[in-house]
């Protein structure tokens, strides 16, 4: 949800009229409720507190072990990395012009570098809850910690002239910056894994009127790791409101999610409901939303306000205050120039250096389905790339060499409903081979020869058909105006279980934001769908 987000402020809760009669927990209980990660009251007082005020942020259970597990994970990264550095340098793994040194400074750094790496990351607030689990802020806030770290001791080793080979911190910085990211991106992993189950989630109250409060109702369903869990929805009594938004809709529901009360009662409904985040939509006036963030004001509950725009993320966005009024600053994409060279760059070295590593891998592969069944080893297919323009795009065959002429008859088994793309589970169109190349994404690296020919980049949307592109609507055409991929948002989104507005959306998802630290993160999230296997067939 970072995607639609312009502003965060902790703000608080305070008792206000009528908190003497607050509502009951939702599922009817008396005494202390439990939740996933929390333990509640049922009413003022009810956790220790004063009355009234109820700290629901120090109710969240998971928050503090997450925390806890990144700060041992992160030192624990350094203190592999300085042996390693140290093994290099000094233990004859590698041949170095070498001179009696005094041991000292590197036993004082081996035990004060993972001290000074978590202090970093805490001043940086790489473990704050509110970065965590998504989004690349967190991934961010740990390279700036490392850059910073790395300048201090750079200074201080000149300033103290201390005896600190240079090799010694060359290879301990970048090892411990690369174990950090690997640790924190498992941990969420397993994060992601939680949530997919119901659990280590934020309590979201939305607030807003019908259709703006439904939509970010949809994009809280759409994506469970994004860790929001809506436990009820808070119709806006702004004025000029219709009235089917009025309060004597509360008990209803809107997308399955409870309507709990209007924006008068909201304090009421956070205090029924345990909220730990409101969420507020874009249709809220300016002077509502003031009275509301007055009325939340006490005690630790998040406040994100959605503006209007979806989908532009990351640095592209930037709030100038223009006359004590907080405006959005979005800068246009860079789809050209240094940056694109700069991609270009990267992808075809890693695909001629992969290609070049993994030839005895292709040929096993091409003579596995070359013997296997009739028909060539590469499939080749016109397909669309940037500008408009055909290319030939190669995979290996895993399909039999009359596919496209049987694809007729099982058009009516198309689990599309769309009908732009065609997509079987069960395909008998597949060979034994090719269902276990699809399994494993093996059929896609032919596609490298694309990538080192200029034709296709390593991250992009999904190459389209000139059928498919023949049938665009205006805006989908934006997908073009960048290379096709070899794997992208839709690649660690769901793949082929994606419905077609999602993989549009996500391709020009990606078209609005592209940058390389975007490509690198999807890289890495590839990594882990392709063994995970979701989407694959």
């Keep these: 949800m970072t995607d639609t987000v312009f502003s965060h ?3 608080g809760l305070a008792a206000g009229p009528g908190t003497d009669a607050i509502p009951k927990p939702l599922d009817g209980a008396d005494e202390p409720a439990r939740y996933d990660g929390y333990e509640v009251g049922a009413g003022p007082g009810a956790d220790g507190t004063s009355d009234g005020v109820v700290d629901y942020r120090a109710k969240v259970r998971w928050e503090r072990p997450y925390g806890w597990l990144l700060v041992g994970s992160d030192a624990a990264a350094c203190v592999v990395a300085a042996g390693v550095a140290y093994l290099v340098r000094f233990g004859g793994l590698v041949e170095f012009d070498l001179k009696p040194v005094s041991a000292t400074p590197y036993v004082a750094m081996s035990i004060l570098l993972p001290v000074a790496w978590v202090l970093s990351m805490y001043l940086s607030r790489a473990y704050e809850s509110r970065f965590l689990g998504s989004g690349s802020e967190e991934f961010r806030r740990v390279l700036n910690a490392a850059a910073q770290l790395t300048a201090v001791v750079a200074v201080l080793s000149y300033a103290t002239k201390a005896e600190l080979a ?3 911190v060359l290879i301990a910085f970048p090892t411990a910056l690369l174990l950090t990211v690997a640790g924190r991106a498992t941990a969420r992993g397993y994060l992601h894994r939680m949530r997919r189950a ?3 989630l934020h309590r979201v109250l939305v607030v807003g009127a019908g259709d703006s409060a439904a939509a970010l109702v949809r994009l809280a369903q759409r994506d469970p790791t994004s860790g929001w869990s809506v436990v009820g929805v808070v119709l806006d009594r702004s004025p000029g409101r219709h009235s089917h938004d009025s309060p004597e809709r509360s008990g209803f529901d809107l997308l399955g999610v409870p309507i709990v009360g209007t924006s008068e009662t909201l304090h009421t409904a956070i205090r029924a409901t345990y909220a730990t985040t409101v969420a507020i939509s874009p249709q809220m006036d300016g002077e509502t939303l003031r009275r509301v963030l007055w009325t939340l004001e006490g005690s630790d509950v998040d406040v994100l306000v959605s503006s209007a725009l979806t989908d532009v993320t990351g640095p592209r966005i ?6 004590g009024l907080p405006l959005l600053h979005i800068e246009e994409p860079e789809l050209t120039g240094a940056r694109r060279a700069m991609k270009g760059l990267f992808d075809r070295s890693v695909a001629a250096g992969v290609l070049l590593l993994c030839a005895p891998l292709f040929l096993a592969l091409a003579l596995a389905v070359r013997l296997t069944s009739r028909g060539p080893a590469i499939f ?5 790339g940037r500008g408009g323009e055909h290319f ?3 995979k290996f065959r895993s399909m039999y060499v009359d596919a496209e002429a049987r694809k007729a008859e099982l058009e009516s088994r198309n689990e599309r409903a769309e009908g732009l793309l ?3 589970r069960d395909d008998p169109r597949i060979t034994k081979v090719g269902k276990f190349l699809r399994k494993w994404s093996l059929d896609e690296l032919p596609q490298l020869l694309n990538v080192a020919n200029g034709t296709m980049s390593l991250v992009g ?8 592109v023949a049938r665009y609507e205006d805006d989908v055409h934006r997908r073009l105006m960048v290379k096709p991929g070899l794997t992208g948002l839709w690649q660690i989104s769901g793949r082929s279980d994606l419905e077609w507005d999602e993989s549009v959306r996500l391709d020009l998802r990606y078209v609005q934001n592209w940058s390389l630290p975007l490509d690198f993160y999807i890289l890495w999230r590839t990594v882990f769908a392709v063994l995970r296997r979701e989407g694959a067939y």
């Design 380 to 384: 080749k297919q016109i397909r669309v």
């Design 166 to 168: 240079r090799a010694y």
């Design 461 to 468: 949307p999904r190459p389209p058909l000139p059928s498919e």
């Design 392 to 394: 030939t795009m190669y």
């Design 422 to 424: 065609f997509k079987m």
């Design 318 to 323: 930037s709030i100038r205050p223009v006359a």
């Design 198 to 200: 119901g659990r280590c």
């Design 9 to 11: 402020a902790q703000v």
